[in-house]
């Protein structure tokens, strides 16, 4: 019976120490380690929240990025397509302008030419005058010396001259 | 293996001597005192015997009397059996004579289980504050759970998603009590076990103190119950013959609550107490039955007395998880929205 009956005292004393327990582990102990704990948890969820965002984010962006490339290469080869067809263009066109200026050039220098043949045989044809005065010139002084030639020779001459004057006028 | 239990035979054989000549001494042993005497409550706290010298701490006595008033005198006073006008009872508690009367003061003394239970608060403060010291000092953020914290915290999160899982969104409100009442109990009950100064003190055992602590969860449950909850004892939706049986039923169901608590823990922890000691008691009844029964009741004692043991630290969890999780679900019932 006596183990069954609650000693007064004891029943005091856990009241009063119990309580006091209660009250100062209540103030500055446990709430403070289980917010702790708490907070420690919710950040534990929110990484692991925010990695599946990021890997989901990731994968996005690996196939962002694939496409890119993939465009990139189109682009690439367009740009190479262009160049090649652009080259072509120009080259044919270089050549074309090639060739007009060859041909001017060409053109020029027949005109130099013939210019420089026609002086060329204004030339000649002077040297030859002069040529033909001096021959004839010589063999006018042949043929005055000889006596019998000369009055025929001269009626020939003045004949020819009158020829050539009746040309002219 | 084999080894040890080889050695711890011999090592009985060798006591047999002894024993036959303390047999006569020991037939006249009162086991009953011896247990009792353990589990109960005393003035001083006995330590040990060194030959005819007593070893014991002595602790103050607090008395209030009608009559003379305060008094507060050292237990070691109290030695030839009376101190004054102060006698003890046949229960061993002390009363006063006044007219040759015995009167039962106002007892406050610090007795055995009064300084146990301060020894096991001060433990659970220190351990209880360095750790929330800790937090306060550390990001948990930044770091995981170093030194004390990382002892106490899972422990403490054990508790704390007890209420939550048991009680309604407002469970932190709640916590702080539940938690303090489960290391309460728990550090009790192994302090209890341990069989040496300053452990061995039946505190968890001792109804008074079960008592208390199930009052607190009585009163934690009944203040903080919603309408509903009184709703439900005093204007149940039943039947109408059954109106007028229903709120009789529901207030005894709410008072046998802390009852059953009180009962639960007391009983469990002191029927272990009794179970240990009464194993260890066997050692000497059996002393006067000659060495062969001596010897191997001896070591059928030392390996229950084991058993017995290793089952009460399984015990003093599951006793302050019981108190918790009943405590949690009580608290949780008078929670209901609606």
Redesign the interface.
Known sequence: MDLITPDSGLLFWMVVIFGLLFFILAKFGFPIITKAVEKRDEAIAKSLRDAREVEVKMSEMVKEHERMIEETRKEQALIMKEATEARTTMISKAKEEAREEADKILSEARERIAEEKESAMRDIRREVALLSVSVAEKILRKELSDEEGESAFLSKMVDEAMKIDNNIS | MKKLLLLIILSLVGLFPAAASSGAAGEDLDISGVI?GH???SYEWHITDIGERSIAVHLPVILYSRTSGWHVFSSKKMEEGRYGDFVFNE?GKIVELVGGEPVRP??????K??LS??FS?VL??VI??L??RW??KHD??EEPPGGI?SL??PL??MV?NIARENIGEDY?RF???L??AFF?ILFNNFLGIIPFFPGGANLTG????T???AL?TFFTVNIFGTKHYYKEIFAPEVPGFLKPIMPVIEVFSALMKPVSLTIRL?ANM?AGHIMILSMVCVIFVVAAMGPVIFGSMTLVSLLLGLFLDILECLVAFIQAYVFTILSAVYIGLARVKE
Request: aromatic share 16%.
């Open positions: 009792f589990i109960g409550d229960k106002f007892d406050i003394s610090i007795t289980n009064v239970l301060m608060c659970l403060l209880f504050l750790t929330a937090y306060r948990t953020l914290a106490t915290e403490i999160m704390h932190r916590s702080p009590y938690c303090t309460f001792n109804i008074a103190v008592l208390v602590l607190f007391f002191m």
